[in-house]
């Protein structure tokens, strides 16, 4: 609302993107282009590098996971 109050149209003039594709992604206007992640396998993963945390068998201040994604293109971008 606040690009179009602004008198710019998307996607001509400016493109919007969003994250974690929520639902009402698809129903605003223009539909929101989004990154969409697997929920499951995001959270399936956290719990397995907390129980190797907990059980011993990872050490240190962190890690980094890449985890799979999808690019949902749809009219802001």
């Known amino acids: 609302m606040a690009v179009r109050e602004a008198g710019l149209q998307i996607p001509e003039e400016v493109a919007i993107a969003g994250f974690d594709d929520i639902s009402i992604a698809r129903l605003v206007s223009p539909p929101l282009t989004t990154v969409s992640q697997f929920q499951q396998k995001l959270g399936n993963r956290a719990v397995e590098m907390l129980l190797e945390r907990l059980n011993g068998e990872t050490t240190g201040s962190g890690r ?6 999808e690019l949902m293109i749809r009219k802001s971008a």
């Open 64 to 69: 980094c996971d890449e985890m799979p994604f």
